[in-house]
Nanobody, 129 residues
Framework: QVQLAESGGGSVKAGGSLRLSCAASANTNSNYCMAWFRQAPGKEREGVAAIYTGGGNTYYADSVKGRFTISQDNAKGTLYLQMTSLKPEDTAMYYC??????????????????????WGQGTQVTVSS
């Protein structure tokens, strides 16, 4: 399994921006699906955004569409999550995840945590009002 390491979390005020990074220990440039999940205290882990590393197709949870952007830098082997217009309800631990081969290109599947086999340790994002 590929090892994943997140970074870039922090504390911001509502309306602010953050960019999360996820460094992978192996080549995930093709035939992977990589995703960002988040988990707030007392809540289930939920899918935020996912990307097929081979074709670049992306998927987003409705709650973050238009505010978050998932992307990858193949040369650096790094996955990103650009978060803008942050809200207090975005406060959570954010996790990077990966799986190969990727699940079918169906939003409910690519944002399902049970589809993923590799996980990072998480990075905390706190948004204050």
């Amino acid at each position: 399994q590929v090892q994943l390491a997140e970074s870039g979390g922090g504390s911001v005020k509502a309306g602010g921006s953050l960019r999360l990074s996820c460094a992978a220990s192996a080549n995930t440039n093709s035939n992977y699906c990589m995703a960002w999940f988040r988990q707030a205290p007392g809540k289930e882990r939920e899918g935020v955004a996912a990307i097929y590393t081979g074709g670049g197709n992306t998927y987003y949870a409705d709650s973050v569409k238009g505010r978050f952007t998932i992307s990858q830098d193949n040369a650096k082997g790094t996955l990103y999550l650009q978060m803008t217009s942050l809200k207090p309800e975005d406060t959570a631990m954010y996790y990077c995840a990966a799986v190969t081969p990727p699940p079918p290109p169906i939003a409910t599947m690519v944002l399902d945590l049970y589809e993923y086999t590799s996980w990072g340790q998480g990075t905390q994002v706190t948004v204050s009002s």
